[in-house]
């Protein structure tokens, strides 16, 4: 089974904080996604990247930035946290044109 | 732009009953899945649909797709409590584009 592990559950935050949060994928997948999920507006695309090195923006990644230097690890980056920015963060991953599998996310709160 | 909706956003129904939740997309798509998420759980993937027609069931679940129409349906057979939780499509615009998700139908099941 594919496995996507984010490294925190729950995370506490102060603003203007910088924060990491990780994922890391055991299945050599090229594709790796953050999405962030708010009530009352679904799970909206923060970046992604097809392969090691190479970033893409989603829809909404003012604010965030991603670091890819190992094919298994793909790092979300807050550059100085915001009370806006609390939510729930969801990272997931695939081979090209499969399903995305997802980790168990980390909520995050900002201070 | 692909923009994904989904409704009902919210679902109440009774156990052994009948329901059909719908997800319409805005322009051509490769490809839909379905997912569903556990309270405070991340998302795990239920179905790939591929092509006009297709069909795909498990258990009390049967989607189906209808490409001209832009149309997926997610019909729910004699609901029971385990079915409760929330539901996501997801769609594909083309190739190894991202996903974009619906905002969810949340399904509560009760007695």
């Known amino acids: 089974d594919v496995k996507v592990t984010q490294s925190s559950r729950y995370l506490v935050k102060r603003t203007g904080e910088k924060v990491f949060l990780e994922c890391v994928q055991d299945?050599?997948?090229?594709?790796m996604f953050w999405y962030r999920q708010d009530p009352g507006l679904g799970l909206r695309l923060i970046y992604f990247?097809?392969?090691?090195?190479?970033?893409e923006k989603g829809d909404i990644p003012e604010g965030y930035s991603v670091s890819r230097e190992k094919k298994e690890r793909f790092s979300l980056i807050l550059e100085s946290a915001s009370t806006n920015q609390t939510s729930m963060y969801l990272c997931a991953s695939r081979l090209p044109m499969t399903a995305q599998h997802f980790g168990d996310g980390t909520r995050l709160s900002i201070l | 732009e692909l923009k994904v909706e989904q409704n009902p956003l919210f679902l109440s129904m009774q156990e052994g009953k009948n329901y059909t939740i719908y997800c319409n997309y805005s322009?051509?798509?490769?490809?839909l899945y379905w997912y569903r998420q556990d309270p405070g759980k991340s998302l795990e993937s239920l179905f790939v649909l591929l092509s006009n027609g297709a069909v795909k069931q498990e258990g009390r679940l049967m989607a189906s797709l209808d490409t001209k129409a832009r149309l997926s349906t997610l019909h729910i057979t004699a609901a029971v409590h385990d079915l409760s939780a929330t539901y996501f499509c997801?769609?594909?615009?083309?190739?190894?584009?991202?996903?974009?998700f619906g905002k969810g139908t949340r399904l509560s099941v009760i007695a």
């Open positions: 990247s097809y392969d090691v090195k190479m970033k």
């Open positions: 299945m050599d997948h090229e594709n």
């Open positions: 997801a769609v594909v615009n083309s190739g190894n584009t991202p996903l974009v």
């Open positions: 322009t051509t798509s490769d490809r």
